[in-house]
Structure formats: C-alpha cells, structure tokens
C-alpha cells in the first residue's frame, strides 16, 4: 500500500506533463526512421555523422549556412585535431584590417565559424530564385518530425500528381507542407564518395547528413543524456532514502 | 515598543543576534513547532514545491541574464550562444524553460488542492486572493520570458497578445503602444520585456511572502476542511512536514530531470528555433501548452472585446470565488455534487487545452464553446446554486476522530487518504 501514495503523487506529478503529447497539432504522416541518437541511451553514430559533414561540405553548402557552428566542434562527432585544422584551412576568411590599415584575409582557423556560402540574404536569394535557404545550425530542431522529417523531405522528391500545376522553378516534394519547394532535389545516387567505402545510396546520403544535422543542432545531447543518468539514479536513491526517513519520522504518529 | 528580545537559544553566536533580531525564534516559530494539520496528504506538498520551483526560477534565470543580449538583432543568437559555448548553458536554459513548465504544473495542482478541500473559504479568502495575484504574475512573467529567445512563436505570440488590449475601448490603442514602445513589437518591446521579466520574480517573491504570512494566520486547511480544535488534531512543521515535503521535492526533481535530460523541447514549439521575422507569419501561432486553455477561451468568443474580456473574466472569477460558493462545507469529501463537478471542471480545462492547440474549425469551434460555456457556469451559476440545493454528508467531529477510527470512506482520493492511515501497518 505504502508505494502506493507514492506512485499516485509521481502520476500527479508527471501526468500533466504528458498532456500536451495529446494535444500536439496534427502532424503530417512521416515515415519514421531508426535514429542512432534516439531514445535515452542513444549517440550520434561517429562514421555517418563524418560521412554526413562530407555531404554538408560537399552539397549542402553551396547554398545553406551553418553561422552557429565553429570547426572546432567537429571534435564532438570525432574528428581529432590535425582533421580539424585542415578541414578549418580549406577555406579564406576576412582577417580584420592589417598594421597598414588594408583588409586582408587569411586561412581559417579551428575557432572560426563555418563560412557561409552567400556574403548576405539578398546574395542568397538572388541566386536561389528568390527563396532563402535556411540557416542549418538549428534546422533539424525547427521542423515538427525533426530527424524524421529532414530524412523524409530529403528522399521525398517525386513527379508531381497528374493535374498539379507547379509554380516556376518549383519542386514536387511529398513531405514539404504544400508540396511545392524551391529547392532542387539536392542528393542523387552517388552524388559524393565515400572515403570509407561505404555505398552513397541517396538513403544513405540522407540519413547520413541528417544524422550530422542533429548533432550540429544538438552538440550537447550525449553529455545531456550520461549526465541525467546520473541524475535520475542519485534522485531515485535520494526519493527511497528521503521517503524511508519520512516513515522513520512519522512511525509514532496515529494518523 | 523597542526593546531587546529574549532569546532562548543557547549557541551565543545565534542568541547574539536572534537577541537583536529574532529571525531564529520566528524561523522555530512559523517553520519549526508551528501547529500543522496531522492528516495533510500529498497534495499538501505542492505550497513548498512552488516556492522551490521560484527559487529555481531566479536563480538559473540570473545565470542566464549574464549571458543574454537584449536586442532584437543578436537576442536569437545569443540564447544559442549559451546552449553552446557557456558551460553547462544548456542546463541552464533547459532547466529554466522547463522549470517554467513545471511551475505551472505544480501552481496548477496547488490551486486544484485549494478549490478541491475548500481552502479559499472564510477566513483563507485574503489568503486566496493573494494566490490568484500570484497565478496572474507569474503568467506575466511566464509571457514575457517568452519572448526574449526572440524566436517566430516568441515574436509573433507577443504581437497577438500585446494586441488583445486594443480591444479595450479609448485606450486601448494608446495601451498597446505604451506595451511596445513603439508602433509595433520590436526593440523597445524586447528591451522592457527582458526589464520586467527580470523584475517581476522578484515581486512574485514579496507576494508569495505575504501569501505565507496571511497563512500562518489562519493556519492551514486540510483534507477534511474541518478547523483544528484541539492540539491533538496538529503536529509540529518540523520534522513531520518538513521530512514529508522533501519526499515531494525529491520526485518533483526527478520529473524535472526528465524533461530537461531526456526531452528538453518536448514541451515547446519548434518554431521558435526560427529567428524572429516580422515578414514571415508561421503557418500556425500557439501559446505555451499552460496558456492554451486561455487561448481557447479567447478564440471561442467571435467578437474580439468579448474574447479579451472572457479570457480576462476566466482569471477574474477565482478571485471571487470564496462568494461564488456559497456552501458552508469545505472539503469536496463531505460534497457528492461538488466532488464531481471539481472533476467535471478539470476534464473541461483539459479540453479547453485541447482547443487551444488547434486551428479553430470544424468540431473545435463546437468544442471550445462549449467548454467555455461550461467554465463559467460552474462558477458563476452552479457553484452559488449548489450551496442552497447540495445536500452534504455529515461532518466528522474532529480531524482526530476519523483518523482514529482508521480513516473515512468516500471519494475519488479516498485512495490516497487510506493509502496513508495504513501507513503505520
Ligand atoms: C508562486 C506561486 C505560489 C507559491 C510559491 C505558493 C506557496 C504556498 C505555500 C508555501 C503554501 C503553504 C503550503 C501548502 O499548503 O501547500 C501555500 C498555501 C496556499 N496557497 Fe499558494 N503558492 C503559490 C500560488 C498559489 C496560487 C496561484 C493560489 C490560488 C489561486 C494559491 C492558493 C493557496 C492557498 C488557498 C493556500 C492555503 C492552502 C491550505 O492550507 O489549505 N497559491 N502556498
């Protein structure tokens, strides 16, 4: 009887906080994927989350940003240092003003931010038949389905239904809200090689920068996940010890 | 009056002072020996919860302030600025948007404990009312912190609501203008939002002092809503409440560390991982999962003074509310009309909830009306009427007596109440 009060506390507790599961808007139906970083226990898959970056540098790039990520952080899906650096050098970026006072440039370095493909907004939609390719720092985290999505929209490009007029320069995807996206289907069969051997399917290709898309999105998540385990076994010994002191206390009440 | 006070506590170093300031012996007075109903169940833990829950409140908010940037061309960043690059930022921001989250959670079943035992009538009505000022700070607040990230649902959420008070006649207008500090939400409005976010905990915190005094006044109500009558129905604070309390916090902080570990944006909208843009409306504006049953009331009224004036009214009424019930019996256990009709109220909230989350059409539209609808008659029509026509069971003579004779029957949470009088089995 005694577990009894206590479970129906947590149920108070923690019932509401399920609620809104229920009251989340209608998504659309999205094939679900199986995530290496999912579930509590779960990490970000080091092979494919390099293989992923190489598909961001390679293709994504070109047209997305990523303004919220430095090199350095590649260190998160395993590249070590000397990578780093040489991933970091591949690319010219603005040095500030010389002792003459001249602007100059220089290579980058592993503590600067991903270099953008386009100098502003306008520069991107110009070149982009009027749409902005979003910024991907946090992208995957921006759409409801998250990963699922990402992975969905970017597999997702087919004909359009026979009797839908396209816009100019528009794209039938069966996972974009309206169906009709400015971006070109950007992953093919073999669009990259892999160095690792592995075959670049557009699944692969897929599941591999969506897999890098939540890491540079969530670079936190696998300390989060090894710190709360810890947390929730302390507070769960903590929760029986504080609740057998209780008793202890409350042993000579008649209540 | 002045005079030194005398103290009993034997340490020099404490007696020292508490003879010159005698916060110990009030500290032993309100929290340690202070006379507590004997036969509190869990639902009574959720006053102490609350309190934690600000304390958590400020301080990860301070923390935060240190690295925050006020202004609507860098506030975006800045806040992913903290998840990355400041250490453990990210526990810090998960800890207080999901503490926020709990906070109303547990606000929400504080109040839900005080309407269900009675606790708002005489003599806790002050007592009442305090708490309602509390509940309508802290949805400021609440508001307000939201628009700092200076995300799509933080910008565009400020603008419908800041709008509503142009509904107000004559000054409304000059109202929302004053709010934005300017012609429309932009760099003044983020710039006091972030001012008064700042302050405003801390008036929380003056209030919900004066909450507590106003309590230790009238001493606590309990789950039988009947009066203390002799020191055998009451306990010291400490240590039987104060262990019992800290059993409460230990699982308050597991559910918390849930959240935050395991699922930091479950509770929220992932459109605001979308920087402010005053160009781009999202498909979709939704408030904060604790606003939605407000949001629903506000959209089920098609005239838009009578939605602001719903929504507002729906707060309004709780404040007077110890008049609306005119039943002289508490606690709903000894109410078998009003015991259901608490839980009747509380499936029309979650449904109200419900409404809020979706586009207004179709079933929904019938739905929020007639959830709304349904709020204010309990408060307005059936709880004034029920106190003449209820006919209530018989109150037990002392919290003593029934506790003796192993507990009374009766209820949906007459589990809980038996769950605890075997206890010492
Ligand atoms: C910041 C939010 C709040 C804090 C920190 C807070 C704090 C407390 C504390 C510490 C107690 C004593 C412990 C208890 O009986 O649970 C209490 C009692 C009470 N609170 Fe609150 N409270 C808050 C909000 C509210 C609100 C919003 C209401 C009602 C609208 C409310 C109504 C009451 C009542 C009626 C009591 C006396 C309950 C009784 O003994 O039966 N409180 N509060």
Redesign the interface.
């Given at each position: 009887?005694?577990p009894?009060?206590?479970a129906?506390?947590?149920g108070?507790?923690?019932g509401?906080?399920l609620?809104?599961?229920?009251?989340?808007?209608?998504a659309a139906d999205l094939p679900k994927q199986n995530w290496s970083f999912a579930g509590?226990f779960g990490t970000y898959d080091r092979a494919s989350a390099q293989r992923g970056f190489q598909v961001y540098k390679e293709v994504c790039s070109a047209c997305h940003s990523m303004?919220?990520v430095h090199y350095r952080?590649l260190s998160g899906i395993g590249f070590d240092a000397k990578q780093i650096a040489a991933i970091a050098a591949t690319v010219e970026v603005s040095g500030g003003v010389n002792d003459d006072g001249e602007p100059f440039n220089r290579p980058g370095l592993p503590s600067d931010m991903f270099k953008s493909p386009f100098a502003n907004d306008n520069a991107a939609r110009a070149a982009n038949n009027g749409a902005l390719p979003?910024d991907q720092?946090?992208?995957l985290?921006?759409?409801?389905g998250?990963a699922d999505y990402i992975y969905d929209l970017l597999t997702g490009y087919a004909d359009p239904p026979a009797g839908m007029t396209m816009g100019d320069g528009m794209n039938y995807n069966k996972y974009f809200?309206g169906h009709q996206i400015a971006m070109g289907q950007p992953l093919h069969d073999d669009q990259v090689v892999y160095s690792d051997g592995t075959k670049a399917t557009i699944e692969q290709e897929a599941r591999d920068v969506t897999t890098f898309l939540a890491f540079v999105?969530n670079?936190?998540m696998e300390e989060?996940?090894r710190?709360?385990?810890k947390?929730?076994i302390f507070?769960?010994l903590?929760?029986g010890v504080?609740?057998a002191?209780?008793?202890r206390?409350?042993?000579d009440?008649?209540? | 009056m002045a005079g030194l006070h005398n103290s009993e506590f034997s340490n020099p170093v404490i007696n020292w002072i508490d003879t010159r300031l005698p916060i110990f012996t009030m500290m032993q007075k309100e929290y340690g020996s202070f006379p507590t109903p004997?036969?509190f169940?869990?639902f009574w833990?959720f006053g102490a919860l609350a309190t934690v829950n600000l304390l958590l409140m400020i301080a990860t908010g301070v923390f935060l302030a240190m690295n925050y940037t006020p202004n609507t061309s860098m506030a975006f960043?800045s806040v992913?600025?903290i998840?990355?690059d400041v250490n453990y930022g990210?526990?810090l921001r998960?800890l207080h948007s999901n503490g926020a989250?709990?906070f109303f959670?547990?606000v929400?079943?504080h109040i839900f404990r005080g309407m269900y035992y009675g606790s708002y009538k005489k003599p806790r009505e002050l007592l009442w009312i305090l708490g309602v000022v509390i509940l309508l700070l802290m949805m400021a607040t609440a508001f307000m912190g939201y628009v700092l990230p200076w995300g799509q649902m933080s910008y565009w959420g400020a603008t419908v609501i800041t709008n509503l008070f142009s509904a107000i006649p004559l000054v409304g207008d000059s109202i929302v203008t004053l709010l934005w500090g300017g012609f429309s939400v932009d760099n003044p409005t983020l710039n006091r939002f972030f001012s008064l976010h700042y302050l405003m905990p801390f008036v929380l915190i003056a209030v919900v002092f004066l909450h507590v005094a106003a309590l230790h006044i009238t001493g606590s109500n309990n789950p039988l809503g009947i009066d203390v009558k002799t020191p055998q129905d009451t306990?010291p604070f400490h240590?039987?409440y104060t262990?019992?309390d800290?059993?409460?916090m230990?699982?308050?902080?597991?559910?918390l560390?849930?959240?935050?570990?395991?699922a930091?944006?479950?509770?929220g909208d992932?459109?605001n991982?979308?920087p402010a843009n005053p160009l781009q409306t999202p498909?979709?504006i939704?408030p904060e999962?604790y606003f939605?049953p407000f949001y629903a009331i506000l959209r089920s009224v098609p005239d838009k003074l009578g939605g602001v004036s719903m929504m507002f009214g729906s707060i309004i009424v709780l404040f007077i509310l110890p008049w609306l019930d005119t039943s002289p019996v508490r606690s709903a256990r000894f109410r078998p009309i009003y015991r259901v009709l608490m839980w009747v109220l509380v499936i029309d909230l979650?449904a109200l909830?419900?409404v809020?989350?979706?586009r207004p059409e179709g079933i929904w539209v019938v739905i929020g009306r007639a959830s709304t609808a349904w709020y204010f008659l309990h408060f307005l029509v059936l709880l004034p009427l029920l106190g003449k026509f209820e006919k209530t069971l018989p109150l037990p003579d002392s919290i003593?007596q029934p506790?003796?004779k192993g507990g009374i029957g009766g209820g949906p949470l007459a589990?809980?109440a038996?769950?605890?009088?075997?206890?010492?089995?």
């Open positions: 009887m005694r009894v009060a206590l129906l506390f947590a108070l507790l923690a509401p906080a609620v809104p599961a229920a009251f989340a808007q209608d509590p303004k919220l952080d979003p720092s946090v992208l985290n921006a759409r409801e998250g809200p999105a670079p936190e989060r996940k710190l709360g385990a947390a929730i507070l769960a903590l929760t504080t609740y002191v209780k008793r206390v409350w042993a009440v008649d209540h | 004997k036969n169940n869990y833990n960043e992913q600025r998840m990355r990210w526990l998960y989250s709990m959670i547990v929400y079943i306990l240590p039987y262990a019992k800290s059993v409460g230990c699982v308050w902080a597991m559910v560390a849930a959240l935050v570990f395991f930091p944006n479950f509770l992932p459109a991982f979308i498909a979709e939704v999962w939605l979650l909830g419900a809020g989350a979706h003593s506790v003796l589990g809980a038996a769950a605890q009088s075997m206890e010492k089995n």
